[in-house]
Protein backbone atom coordinates (compact mmCIF):
# COMPACT_ATOMS: atom_id res chain seq x y z
CA UNK A 1 0.00 0.00 0.00
CA UNK A 2 1.68 3.33 -1.32
CA UNK A 3 1.78 6.00 1.64
CA UNK A 4 0.56 9.18 0.47
CA UNK A 5 2.79 12.46 2.12
CA UNK A 6 1.20 15.51 3.26
CA UNK A 7 2.72 18.71 1.02
CA UNK A 8 5.14 20.45 3.21
CA UNK A 9 4.84 24.04 4.84
CA UNK A 10 6.80 26.17 2.90
CA UNK A 11 9.10 29.33 4.01
CA UNK A 12 10.78 32.10 2.41
CA UNK A 13 13.79 33.54 4.16
CA UNK A 14 15.10 37.11 3.16
CA UNK A 15 18.32 38.02 4.46
CA UNK A 16 19.79 41.22 5.51
CA UNK A 17 23.12 42.50 6.15
CA UNK A 18 26.37 41.12 6.64
CA UNK A 19 28.08 37.65 5.40
CA UNK A 20 27.65 36.91 9.51
CA UNK A 21 24.02 37.43 9.15
CA UNK A 22 24.19 35.51 5.50
CA UNK A 23 25.33 32.05 7.68
CA UNK A 24 22.70 32.57 10.43
CA UNK A 25 19.76 32.27 7.76
CA UNK A 26 21.43 29.12 6.47
CA UNK A 27 21.89 27.76 9.90
CA UNK A 28 17.98 28.75 10.02
CA UNK A 29 17.13 27.30 6.90
CA UNK A 30 18.50 23.69 7.16
CA UNK A 31 17.38 23.15 11.21
CA UNK A 32 13.74 24.26 9.22
CA UNK A 33 14.45 21.96 6.21
CA UNK A 34 15.81 18.37 8.88
CA UNK A 35 12.15 19.40 9.95
CA UNK A 36 10.61 18.72 6.64
CA UNK A 37 9.57 22.29 5.46
CA UNK A 38 10.42 23.62 2.19
CA UNK A 39 12.17 26.71 0.48
CA UNK A 40 9.91 28.78 -1.03
CA UNK A 41 11.32 31.05 -3.58
CA UNK A 42 8.78 34.20 -3.45
CA UNK A 43 5.81 35.80 -1.08
CA UNK A 44 3.49 34.08 -2.62
CA UNK A 45 4.25 30.30 -2.10
CA UNK A 46 5.40 30.96 1.47
CA UNK A 47 3.03 29.70 4.56
CA UNK A 48 5.49 32.35 6.68
CA UNK A 49 8.15 34.27 6.20
CA UNK A 50 11.30 35.46 8.23
CA UNK A 51 13.36 38.68 7.51
CA UNK A 52 16.73 38.43 9.24
CA UNK A 53 17.29 41.72 9.48
CA UNK A 54 20.44 43.83 9.97
CA UNK A 55 20.62 46.73 12.74
CA UNK A 56 24.50 48.19 12.52
CA UNK A 57 23.99 51.28 11.22
CA UNK A 58 20.75 53.82 10.71
CA UNK A 59 20.80 53.22 7.48
CA UNK A 60 20.76 49.46 7.88
CA UNK A 61 17.71 50.06 10.13
CA UNK A 62 15.74 51.93 7.69
CA UNK A 63 16.22 48.98 5.13
CA UNK A 64 15.33 45.91 7.23
CA UNK A 65 12.36 47.89 8.48
CA UNK A 66 11.27 48.59 4.84
CA UNK A 67 11.81 44.52 4.22
CA UNK A 68 9.97 43.86 7.11
CA UNK A 69 6.82 46.12 6.09
CA UNK A 70 6.90 44.59 2.22
CA UNK A 71 7.23 40.82 3.79
CA UNK A 72 3.53 42.07 5.58
CA UNK A 73 2.05 43.52 2.61
CA UNK A 74 3.12 40.57 0.45
CA UNK A 75 2.61 37.70 2.75
CA UNK A 76 1.45 38.74 6.22
CA UNK A 77 2.65 35.64 8.47
CA UNK A 78 6.27 37.23 9.42
CA UNK A 79 8.91 36.00 11.70
CA UNK A 80 11.38 38.64 12.45
CA UNK A 81 14.74 37.84 13.54
CA UNK A 82 18.40 39.04 13.80
CA UNK A 83 19.81 42.40 15.21
CA UNK A 84 16.59 44.14 14.73
CA UNK A 85 15.53 42.17 16.98
CA UNK A 86 17.12 43.31 19.93
CA UNK A 87 14.94 46.29 19.16
CA UNK A 88 11.65 44.47 19.71
CA UNK A 89 9.72 46.92 21.01
CA UNK A 90 10.44 49.18 17.94
CA UNK A 91 9.50 45.92 15.75
CA UNK A 92 6.13 45.68 16.97
CA UNK A 93 5.27 49.10 17.39
CA UNK A 94 5.96 49.86 13.81
CA UNK A 95 4.37 46.08 12.61
CA UNK A 96 2.11 45.10 15.50
CA UNK A 97 0.57 42.10 13.04
CA UNK A 98 4.36 39.94 12.94
CA UNK A 99 4.04 36.70 14.85
CA UNK A 100 7.80 36.87 16.33
CA UNK A 101 10.39 38.99 17.01
CA UNK A 102 14.02 37.01 17.96
CA UNK A 103 17.34 38.26 18.71
CA UNK A 104 20.80 37.56 17.13
CA UNK A 105 21.62 34.04 16.59
CA UNK A 106 18.94 32.74 18.31
CA UNK A 107 17.96 29.85 16.23
CA UNK A 108 15.46 27.49 18.05
CA UNK A 109 13.71 30.69 18.78
CA UNK A 110 13.10 30.93 15.23
CA UNK A 111 12.65 27.54 14.26
CA UNK A 112 10.12 27.59 17.08
CA UNK A 113 8.28 30.26 16.06
CA UNK A 114 7.83 28.90 12.44
CA UNK A 115 6.49 25.74 13.84
CA UNK A 116 3.90 27.75 16.11
CA UNK A 117 2.87 29.51 12.65
CA UNK A 118 2.62 26.62 9.82
CA UNK A 119 2.57 23.51 11.99
CA UNK A 120 4.90 20.78 9.51
CA UNK A 121 3.27 17.52 9.48
CA UNK A 122 5.77 14.90 10.13
CA UNK A 123 7.61 13.33 7.12
CA UNK A 124 9.82 10.31 8.28
CA UNK A 125 10.44 8.47 5.26
CA UNK A 126 12.45 11.58 3.81
CA UNK A 127 16.17 12.87 4.12
CA UNK A 128 15.48 16.51 3.26
CA UNK A 129 18.97 17.99 4.52
CA UNK A 130 22.28 17.67 1.96
CA UNK A 131 25.13 16.56 4.01
CA UNK A 132 26.47 19.85 4.04
CA UNK A 133 23.04 21.82 5.09
CA UNK A 134 21.37 24.36 3.34
CA UNK A 135 23.13 27.16 1.68
CA UNK A 136 22.42 30.34 0.69
CA UNK A 137 25.64 31.37 -1.44
CA UNK A 138 26.44 29.60 -4.80
CA UNK A 139 27.15 25.80 -4.56
CA UNK A 140 31.26 26.64 -5.23
CA UNK A 141 32.10 29.59 -2.26
CA UNK A 142 30.67 29.04 1.59
CA UNK A 143 31.10 31.75 4.56
CA UNK A 144 32.64 29.66 7.61
CA UNK A 145 31.68 31.23 10.58
CA UNK A 146 34.02 30.61 13.54
CA UNK A 147 32.77 33.29 16.46
CA UNK A 148 30.28 35.45 17.65
CA UNK A 149 30.34 38.39 19.29
CA UNK A 150 33.57 40.94 20.08
CA UNK A 151 35.18 41.85 23.10
CA UNK A 152 35.80 45.47 22.03
CA UNK A 153 34.44 48.49 22.62
CA UNK A 154 34.83 50.85 19.66
CA UNK A 155 33.10 53.93 20.61
CA UNK A 156 30.67 54.21 17.14
CA UNK A 157 29.88 50.62 17.57
CA UNK A 158 27.26 49.06 19.20
CA UNK A 159 27.45 45.31 17.84
CA UNK A 160 28.50 44.15 21.32
CA UNK A 161 25.50 45.02 22.94
CA UNK A 162 23.84 43.58 19.58
CA UNK A 163 25.62 40.02 19.95
CA UNK A 164 27.83 40.15 22.89
CA UNK A 165 31.31 39.29 23.79
CA UNK A 166 33.14 37.02 21.57
CA UNK A 167 32.42 34.08 21.70
CA UNK A 168 34.33 31.28 19.55
CA UNK A 169 33.46 27.77 17.91
CA UNK A 170 35.30 24.62 18.28
CA UNK A 171 38.53 24.57 16.12
CA UNK A 172 37.01 20.39 15.72
CA UNK A 173 33.72 21.84 14.72
CA UNK A 174 34.41 24.26 12.37
CA UNK A 175 36.94 21.64 10.46
CA UNK A 176 34.02 19.33 10.38
CA UNK A 177 31.84 21.97 8.84
CA UNK A 178 34.36 23.16 6.44
CA UNK A 179 35.23 19.62 5.52
CA UNK A 180 32.05 18.67 4.25
CA UNK A 181 31.56 21.75 2.56
CA UNK A 182 34.42 20.76 0.20
CA UNK A 183 33.22 16.94 -0.11
CA UNK A 184 30.10 19.28 -1.46
CA UNK A 185 31.43 21.00 -3.91
CA UNK A 186 32.63 24.42 -2.86
CA UNK A 187 36.07 25.84 -3.77
CA UNK A 188 36.35 29.00 -1.55
CA UNK A 189 35.92 29.03 2.13
CA UNK A 190 35.57 32.78 3.30
CA UNK A 191 36.42 33.06 7.41
CA UNK A 192 34.05 34.97 9.16
CA UNK A 193 33.34 36.70 12.44
CA UNK A 194 33.39 39.73 14.26
CA UNK A 195 37.13 39.57 15.12
CA UNK A 196 38.89 36.56 13.11
CA UNK A 197 42.10 37.88 14.57
CA UNK A 198 40.30 37.44 18.53
CA UNK A 199 39.24 33.75 17.22
CA UNK A 200 40.06 31.45 20.84
CA UNK A 201 41.16 33.62 22.80
CA UNK A 202 37.74 33.12 25.06
CA UNK A 203 38.73 29.32 25.10
CA UNK A 204 42.11 29.77 26.19
CA UNK A 205 43.61 28.47 23.19
CA UNK A 206 42.97 25.24 24.37
CA UNK A 207 43.20 21.91 22.02
CA UNK A 208 40.03 19.88 20.94
CA UNK A 209 39.22 16.62 19.14
CA UNK A 210 41.56 14.06 18.26
CA UNK A 211 43.71 15.62 16.42
CA UNK A 212 44.17 18.35 19.27
CA UNK A 213 43.96 21.36 16.92
CA UNK A 214 44.56 24.31 18.76
CA UNK A 215 41.53 27.05 19.27
CA UNK A 216 43.95 29.48 17.45
CA UNK A 217 43.43 31.36 14.22
CA UNK A 218 46.76 30.81 12.64
CA UNK A 219 46.41 26.66 13.54
CA UNK A 220 42.92 26.85 12.28
CA UNK A 221 43.82 28.83 8.89
CA UNK A 222 46.41 26.04 8.40
CA UNK A 223 44.25 23.22 9.04
CA UNK A 224 41.54 24.80 6.84
CA UNK A 225 44.33 25.51 4.04
CA UNK A 226 45.24 21.70 3.92
CA UNK A 227 41.50 20.99 3.06
CA UNK A 228 42.38 21.78 -1.00
CA UNK A 229 39.94 25.00 -1.57
CA UNK A 230 40.95 28.32 -1.45
CA UNK A 231 40.57 30.29 2.03
CA UNK A 232 40.10 33.49 2.61
CA UNK A 233 39.75 36.00 5.80
CA UNK A 234 37.83 38.48 6.34
CA UNK A 235 37.48 41.39 9.66
CA UNK A 236 41.41 40.73 10.40
CA UNK A 237 42.27 43.14 13.56
CA UNK A 238 45.95 43.81 12.96
CA UNK A 239 47.38 42.15 15.81
CA UNK A 240 50.93 41.20 16.14
CA UNK A 241 50.09 37.55 14.88
CA UNK A 242 48.66 38.63 12.01
CA UNK A 243 52.19 38.41 10.73
CA UNK A 244 51.61 34.44 11.22
CA UNK A 245 48.70 34.61 8.85
CA UNK A 246 51.07 36.51 6.06
CA UNK A 247 53.09 33.44 6.52
CA UNK A 248 50.77 31.34 5.56
CA UNK A 249 49.61 33.38 2.40
CA UNK A 250 53.63 32.90 1.63
CA UNK A 251 53.17 29.74 1.93
CA UNK A 252 49.93 29.56 -0.24
CA UNK A 253 48.02 27.92 2.22
CA UNK A 254 45.75 31.16 2.74
CA UNK A 255 44.63 33.44 0.26
CA UNK A 256 47.11 36.44 -0.36
CA UNK A 257 44.28 38.58 1.09
CA UNK A 258 43.94 40.77 4.28
CA UNK A 259 40.55 42.15 5.58
CA UNK A 260 41.85 44.82 7.98
CA UNK A 261 39.10 47.26 9.12
CA UNK A 262 41.16 50.57 10.02
CA UNK A 263 38.44 52.72 10.45
CA UNK A 264 40.84 56.26 10.44
CA UNK A 265 44.51 56.81 10.57
CA UNK A 266 44.81 60.31 12.63
CA UNK A 267 46.03 59.38 15.94
CA UNK A 268 43.46 61.62 17.32
CA UNK A 269 40.30 60.05 15.38
CA UNK A 270 41.86 56.74 16.40
CA UNK A 271 41.80 57.27 20.13
CA UNK A 272 37.86 58.76 20.23
CA UNK A 273 36.84 56.01 18.19
CA UNK A 274 39.11 53.46 20.63
CA UNK A 275 40.84 51.84 17.69
CA UNK A 276 44.69 50.88 18.12
CA UNK A 277 45.94 54.55 17.34
CA UNK A 278 49.88 53.72 15.79
CA UNK A 279 49.10 54.66 12.24
CA UNK A 280 52.96 55.16 11.28
CA UNK A 281 53.21 51.61 12.51
CA UNK A 282 50.94 50.48 10.20
CA UNK A 283 52.80 51.34 7.67
CA UNK A 284 55.82 49.85 8.21
CA UNK A 285 53.33 46.43 9.19
CA UNK A 286 51.82 46.92 5.22
CA UNK A 287 55.38 47.33 3.90
CA UNK A 288 56.62 44.10 5.42
CA UNK A 289 53.52 42.12 4.62
CA UNK A 290 54.30 43.25 0.93
CA UNK A 291 58.00 42.34 0.89
CA UNK A 292 56.86 38.57 2.19
CA UNK A 293 53.82 38.27 -0.04
CA UNK A 294 54.27 40.78 -3.11
CA UNK A 295 50.62 39.95 -4.32
CA UNK A 296 49.01 40.27 -0.88
CA UNK A 297 46.15 41.85 -1.38
CA UNK A 298 44.87 44.31 1.57
CA UNK A 299 41.25 45.96 1.90
CA UNK A 300 39.82 48.00 4.69
CA UNK A 301 36.95 49.97 5.94
CA UNK A 302 37.01 53.74 6.88
CA UNK A 303 34.48 56.51 8.38
CA UNK A 304 34.24 60.27 6.91
CA UNK A 305 33.06 62.71 9.30
CA UNK A 306 33.65 61.02 12.99
CA UNK A 307 32.28 63.43 15.43
CA UNK A 308 35.18 66.29 15.68
CA UNK A 309 36.84 64.93 12.93
CA UNK A 310 38.55 68.65 11.37
CA UNK A 311 39.34 69.23 7.48
CA UNK A 312 43.25 68.77 8.29
CA UNK A 313 42.63 65.43 10.10
CA UNK A 314 40.34 64.19 6.90
CA UNK A 315 43.32 65.41 4.94
CA UNK A 316 45.68 63.69 6.61
CA UNK A 317 43.94 60.27 6.70
CA UNK A 318 43.74 60.73 2.26
CA UNK A 319 47.82 61.19 2.99
CA UNK A 320 47.98 57.85 4.75
CA UNK A 321 45.86 56.06 1.87
CA UNK A 322 47.83 57.40 -0.49
CA UNK A 323 51.05 56.22 1.25
CA UNK A 324 49.38 52.58 2.01
CA UNK A 325 48.16 52.18 -1.34
CA UNK A 326 45.51 49.70 -0.38
CA UNK A 327 43.77 48.10 -2.85
CA UNK A 328 40.11 47.68 -1.54
CA UNK A 329 38.19 50.01 0.16
CA UNK A 330 34.56 51.23 1.77
CA UNK A 331 34.47 54.35 3.14
CA UNK A 332 30.80 55.41 5.29
CA UNK A 333 29.87 58.78 5.96
CA UNK A 334 29.45 58.59 10.01
CA UNK A 335 25.89 57.58 11.07
CA UNK A 336 24.76 58.85 14.81
CA UNK A 337 23.44 55.03 15.66
CA UNK A 338 21.35 55.05 18.41
CA UNK A 339 23.47 53.66 21.43
CA UNK A 340 26.97 54.45 20.50
CA UNK A 341 28.98 56.16 22.70
CA UNK A 342 30.40 58.54 20.29
CA UNK A 343 27.47 60.57 19.49
CA UNK A 344 28.37 62.10 22.94
CA UNK A 345 31.42 63.11 21.41
CA UNK A 346 31.59 67.35 21.25
CA UNK A 347 32.04 68.19 17.18
CA UNK A 348 29.07 66.66 15.19
CA UNK A 349 30.01 67.25 11.61
CA UNK A 350 27.07 68.35 9.26
CA UNK A 351 25.65 65.58 7.26
CA UNK A 352 26.50 67.35 4.15
CA UNK A 353 30.00 67.30 4.97
CA UNK A 354 30.16 63.52 6.20
CA UNK A 355 29.18 62.74 2.69
CA UNK A 356 31.22 65.01 0.70
CA UNK A 357 34.01 63.86 2.35
CA UNK A 358 33.01 59.95 1.89
CA UNK A 359 32.45 61.00 -1.98
CA UNK A 360 36.29 62.68 -1.77
CA UNK A 361 37.94 59.48 -0.35
CA UNK A 362 36.45 57.01 -2.64
CA UNK A 363 37.41 58.92 -5.55
CA UNK A 364 41.05 59.16 -3.74
CA UNK A 365 40.62 55.14 -3.01
CA UNK A 366 39.30 54.54 -6.95
CA UNK A 367 42.20 56.40 -8.40
CA UNK A 368 44.85 54.24 -6.28
CA UNK A 369 42.93 51.09 -6.97
CA UNK A 370 43.29 51.94 -11.03
CA UNK A 371 47.10 51.78 -10.46
CA UNK A 372 47.07 48.88 -8.53
CA UNK A 373 45.30 46.84 -10.97
CA UNK A 374 46.81 48.51 -14.24
CA UNK A 375 49.92 47.27 -12.95
CA UNK A 376 48.25 43.53 -13.35
CA UNK A 377 47.65 43.87 -16.94
CA UNK A 378 49.89 41.23 -18.87
CA UNK A 379 50.36 38.64 -16.27
CA UNK A 380 48.83 35.41 -15.97
CA UNK A 381 46.61 34.71 -12.97
CA UNK A 382 44.25 32.34 -11.92
CA UNK A 383 40.78 32.77 -11.38
CA UNK A 384 37.59 31.53 -9.86
CA UNK A 385 34.67 31.45 -12.54
CA UNK A 386 31.06 33.30 -10.25
CA UNK A 387 29.02 33.08 -13.76
CA UNK A 388 29.19 31.59 -17.33
CA UNK A 389 27.07 33.09 -20.34
CA UNK A 390 28.10 29.43 -21.88
CA UNK A 391 28.38 28.92 -25.81
CA UNK A 392 25.16 30.26 -27.23
CA UNK A 393 25.14 33.37 -25.61
CA UNK A 394 28.97 34.36 -26.57
CA UNK A 395 31.32 32.50 -24.21
CA UNK A 396 31.28 35.48 -21.93
CA UNK A 397 32.22 34.64 -18.19
CA UNK A 398 32.38 36.28 -14.63
CA UNK A 399 35.25 35.40 -11.95
CA UNK A 400 37.48 36.34 -9.20
CA UNK A 401 40.93 36.49 -8.54
CA UNK A 402 42.48 35.79 -5.28
CA UNK A 403 42.27 38.96 -4.31
CA UNK A 404 38.55 39.77 -4.50
CA UNK A 405 35.51 38.64 -1.95
CA UNK A 406 32.60 38.10 -3.57
CA UNK A 407 29.97 40.72 -3.85
CA UNK A 408 32.70 43.21 -1.98
CA UNK A 409 35.62 43.69 -4.50
CA UNK A 410 36.19 43.84 -8.16
CA UNK A 411 35.69 40.89 -11.01
CA UNK A 412 37.69 39.20 -13.45
CA UNK A 413 35.24 39.88 -16.62
CA UNK A 414 36.35 37.28 -19.01
CA UNK A 415 35.62 36.86 -22.94
CA UNK A 416 36.30 33.93 -25.03
CA UNK A 417 35.57 31.33 -22.19
CA UNK A 418 32.64 29.33 -23.70
CA UNK A 419 33.56 25.90 -21.60
CA UNK A 420 33.38 28.36 -18.24
CA UNK A 421 31.28 26.99 -15.32
CA UNK A 422 30.45 28.12 -12.36
CA UNK A 423 33.24 27.17 -10.05
CA UNK A 424 35.90 26.23 -11.99
CA UNK A 425 38.75 27.58 -11.67
CA UNK A 426 40.76 28.95 -14.85
CA UNK A 427 43.86 30.58 -15.82
CA UNK A 428 43.70 33.42 -17.86
CA UNK A 429 45.60 36.39 -19.21
CA UNK A 430 44.86 39.75 -18.12
CA UNK A 431 44.10 42.25 -21.10
CA UNK A 432 42.73 45.64 -19.46
CA UNK A 433 42.07 46.97 -16.43
CA UNK A 434 39.80 50.11 -14.95
CA UNK A 435 39.02 51.38 -11.50
CA UNK A 436 37.46 48.17 -9.98
CA UNK A 437 37.80 45.35 -12.71
CA UNK A 438 40.36 43.10 -14.31
CA UNK A 439 39.43 41.89 -17.88
CA UNK A 440 41.35 38.57 -19.40
CA UNK A 441 40.63 35.44 -21.57
CA UNK A 442 41.84 31.92 -20.08
CA UNK A 443 45.53 31.00 -21.60
Request: overall charge neutral; glycine content about 8%.
Amino acid sequence: MAIALAPPKRVGMVSLGCPKALVDSERILTRLRADGYAISPNYAGADVVIVNTCGFLDSAKAESLEAIGEAISENGRVVVTGCMGAEADLVRARFPEVLAVTGPQQYEAVVDAVRLAAPQPRQPFVDLVPEAGLKLTPRHYSYVKIGEGCNHRCSFCIIPALRGKLASRRPDAILREAEKLVTAGTKELLVISQDTSAYGRDLSHARFGQAGIRAHITDLARALGQLGAWVRLHYVYPYAHVDELVALMAEGLVLPYLDIPLQHAHPRILKAMRRPADEARMLDRIAKWRQLVPDLAIRSTFIAGFPGESEAEFEHLLAWLEEAELDRVGCFAYEPVAGADANALPGAVPAEVRHARRDRFMAHAAAISARRLAAKIGREIEVLVDAADGPQAGGGATARSKWDAPEIDGRVLLRDAPHAKPGDIVRVRIEDADAFDLYGVPC
